[in-house]
């Protein structure tokens, strides 16, 4: 059984739903699910008090033809069982969206009026000679001006004015078929996408006749097929589209297609970028840049078994970032505004642009910008004094560089201190990126800085007045052992000897260095000549603290390898390719993640009462069970100024362990070079009862920890909430531009996934380093049997 309610003895009216009664149902009940029209009828004789004899009944059913969750009403006339069984099967399954059958119906005497089919004219018309119109008749409503517009220009000749139509046809209503008369849609773009859609899955193609701001009419490109569908603009008013001021409905709709399809299944000449790129919206929002262009098409084809071409795909592609991201240019318009709103937001961000004059006063050339959020600012106060400074390219439509600095934090996690965009990595831009690092955002203190081997940044670290000259204290650098591997690598080409190397440069003993050295000598002198010479300066023989771990001095921390690059890809997802606010917007929603995250994890750890961070616990945790393997031999105290101790390793090693004052070391170095205490000091301390945890670095304590991340980030906000902005505004240099598809750049290193490179191997003796053509045991045979 359905609802039904019947309304009568009022008037229908439009208002924001559509079609609406002026009085609420005379009656309601529930009716049987095969209930036949005549049956209905009947009964709203009975329930209405219509009297049968004198008066006919017009039934007319509200239905709801709004596009998806939308309630949008017109009237359906019911005049026949099959036309009100369609009505009640579809509203008892829920295809309707709607659970109850309304019906307005209207009294109409006998003499004045007979029912006739909406859509067709009455009989009394053709009983008066009305002559049949020679056009195709038309399927649709509106006005008649409306009506006139849509005719074929050829076939304007003696127009006949008709009245505007209701929707009649099952067909047009059928939620199935994507066009009927009727249907609205918040946009044209909609509209289009909808009439495109249709036509490429029947594989017909389409022609726009005009396109304007109230009115859209396209017709078959087929010369015998007559289709044609018109539509224009209504007032927001005439049905609720909350989405929209104004509303796109379908008129009109001439003919039916009697073209054949093609078939062929290739690229769709109405399958444009900009359809595609509405397509696949999901698809981009989902993968990002990640998703290429063979996947695009792959996906369409699937939909629509027609495969654009590789160009079409890759602007669709374009234009659907554009969709997320915004355009390249209009970026460039809201970077400053945006920045600005998260200096107001964010109270102590700092921003530094680098610009060139135009001929407008107030428009600059972009050569670079810089920005550091005050909450990372503040965290970077509780964390060591190292940072990592790396750059990356940018492959968008202007190009240029990304320079970035993060710290680390009691966890080594690591933290994104500060961006900047740059046209190119030159000794200028990253003089000016380090200065201002400087200045605005670490301070004056000495810090370590772990980088790669860009020319540009080491010639930095010499110049008396960078701030960073290492000859005056101003700053410790050091190599990243990641790229010292890399490098390594690509100049020997022998896995051992990388192997090797990433032995010895994590060695914190002296004597395990060397031996590692000595064994690189043995194996490849080129590559111990070649390990020696990295980071010297002229008169040196060596600069092994510049990439080794014992030579370090402790400045950095234990920190070996640069993860910068690691911080951006893994955190800053896609960012290469994005326009520069969207990649401003990134960093700052990214960044502002982090913290919370980590804050979080920050919490639960101080809720434990832990003392260290979780790290630095495992760590002492480890080194107490070697501990208990150890043994202390000697003392030798010299009153309150320091005692030394002599500790024995299981294997007979001895080590020298010194307490001064607060100072501690030991001859392995690592409470000098991490700072936390080793199994020796350890055992030193379980000797001596001294409570071990005033031993370890207080960078690596929770309370620093959760005060890294305790600053919080405060959105902007929405563009329409950004203060006012009245400074200089930013443009590209479009020059920069090359024509072409941009290229894609390699994917991201991952620190400690060097690629393995492939050994020879000799089939002969089974060693590796050479094949078997030159192989010494295959030439001593040979040189064998040419003797006998």
């Not at 849609?185 to 006749?209: C, G, M, P, W």
């Not at 209504?234 to 054949?260: F, G, L």
């Not at 004094?385 to 970035?404: A, F």
């Not at 434990?608 to 208990?628: D, G, I």
């Amino acid at each position: 059984m359905f609802p039904i309610s019947i309304y009568t003895g009022g008037a229908v009216e439009h208002g924001p739903m559509g079609v609406t009664y002026n009085k609420p149902p005379l009656a309601s009940y529930p009716a049987q699910e095969d209930i036949t029209f005549d049956e209905l009828k009947r009964t709203i004789y009975q329930l209405t008090g219509i009297n049968e004899d004198k008066n006919s009944i017009i039934v007319n059913a509200r239905w709801k033809a709004g596009p998806g969750s939308s309630h949008c009403f017109v009237l359906l006339p019911i005049s026949e069982n099959s036309m009100w069984r369609m009505l009640a099967e579809r509203t008892i399954s829920g295809a309707t969206g709607w659970s109850i059958v309304e019906l307005f119906v209207e009294a109409v005497p006998n003499s004045c009026c007979t029912q006739n089919d909406p859509g067709e004219k009455s009989q009394s018309n053709v009983e008066c000679g009305e002559k049949t119109p020679e056009h195709p008749v038309l399927i649709g409503f509106g006005t008649e001006e409306d009506q006139e517009e849509q005719l074929p220009v050829e076939e304007e000749e003696e127009e006949e004015e008709e009245e505007s139509q209701e929707l009649t046809d099952e067909q047009s209503i059928d939620d199935e078929e994507p066009l009927y008369v009727g249907r609205m849609f918040d946009s044209k773009d909609d509209l289009k996408q909808a009439v495109i859609e249709y036509h490429i899955k029947q594989n017909r193609e389409v022609e726009t006749i005009q396109s304007g701001n109230t009115k859209y009419v396209v017709k078959c490109l087929a010369p015998k097929c007559k289709w044609r569908l018109y539509a224009k603009t209504k007032d927001r008013n005439y049905c609720a589209q909350p989405t929209a001021s104004t509303i796109w409905m379908i008129m009109t709709m001439q003919n039916e297609h009697v073209c054949s399809n093609k078939g062929d299944r290739g690229d769709h000449v109405n399958m444009s970028a900009e359809f595609i790129s509405r397509l696949i919206l999901d698809l981009i929002k989902k993968r990002g840049d990640a998703c290429t262009v063979k996947e695009i098409q792959e996906f369409v084809h699937e939909q629509y078994q027609s495969t654009p071409s590789i160009g079409k795909a890759w602007r669709a592609k374009e234009l659907a970032l554009a969709h997320f991201f915004g355009e390249w240019k209009e970026s460039y318009a809201k970077l400053a505004p945006y920045l600005n709103a998260i200096q107001v937001a964010n109270p102590g961000t700092k921003v530094e642009w680098w610009s060139d004059a135009t001929a407008d006063p107030k428009m600059r050339y972009l050569r670079g910008v810089a920005w550091a959020f005050a909450p990372a600012i503040e965290g970077f106060k509780q964390c060591r004094p190292v940072i990592s400074v790396d750059s990356t390219i940018l492959c968008g439509k202007y190009g240029g560089r990304m320079l970035i600095a993060v710290a680390y934090d009691a966890e080594d996690q690591l933290l994104p201190l500060a961006f900047a965009v740059v046209k190119e990595e030159d000794d200028e831009s990253w003089s000016w990126f380090m200065r201002w690092l400087r200045l605005e955002v670490v301070g004056p203190h000495p810090l370590c800085v772990i980088s790669g081997w860009q020319d540009p940044l080491l010639r930095l670290f010499d110049q008396p007045d960078s701030g960073w000259c290492t000859s005056m204290g101003q700053a410790f650098h050091r190599y990243c052992s990641r790229y010292l591997c890399e490098n390594m690598c690509s100049s020997f080409k022998k896995d051992y000897l990388v192997k090797w190397v990433k032995w010895v440069l994590r060695q914190n003993q002296q004597h395990k260095f060397h031996q590692g050295m000595l064994r690189i000598l043995e194996s490849n002198r080129k590559a111990y000549n070649w390990l020696i010479k990295v980071g010297t300066r002229p008169n040196e023989e060596n600069a092994y603290h510049v990439w080794s771990l014992c030579e370090d001095g402790g400045h950095r921390y234990g920190v070996m390898a640069m993860n910068g690059k690691e911080c951006v890809f893994n955190s800053f997802p896609k960012i290469q390719k994005l326009p520069i606010a969207a990649l401003v917007e990134l960093t700052f929603t990214k960044s502002a993640e982090t913290f919370a995250s980590k804050r979080e994890a920050a919490s639960k750890i101080e809720a434990e009462k832990q003392l260290w961070s979780n790290k630095v616990m495992a760590t002492l945790e480890a080194r107490r069970a070697k501990m208990r393997q150890h043994k202390v031999v000697s003392i030798q105290s010299e009153g309150i100024l320091h005692d030394e101790f002599e500790v024995e390793t299981k294997s007979k090693v001895k080590h020298t362990i010194r307490i001064s004052g607060e100072q501690r070391s030991c001859s392995c170095q690592k409470p000098q070079l991490t700072g936390i205490p080793c199994s020796h000091l350890l055992a030193v301390c379980a000797f001596r009862s001294l409570n071990a945890d005033h031993m370890v670095d207080d960078a690596y304590s929770v309370r620093q920890l959760l005060a890294t991340w305790a600053p919080q980030f405060h959105s902007a906000g929405s563009m329409e909430e950004w203060p006012d902005y009245a400074g200089v505004s930013y443009s590209p240099d479009c020059k920069s531009v090359k024509a072409g598809r941009r290229k894609n750049v390699s994917s991201p290193r991952v620190p400690g996934k060097l690629k393995r490179l492939r050994e020879h191997h000799c089939s002969l003796c089974g060693q590796n380093g050479h094949y078997k053509v030159s192989c010494s045991r295959k030439q001593g045979n040979e040189g064998s049997t040419s003797e006998s």
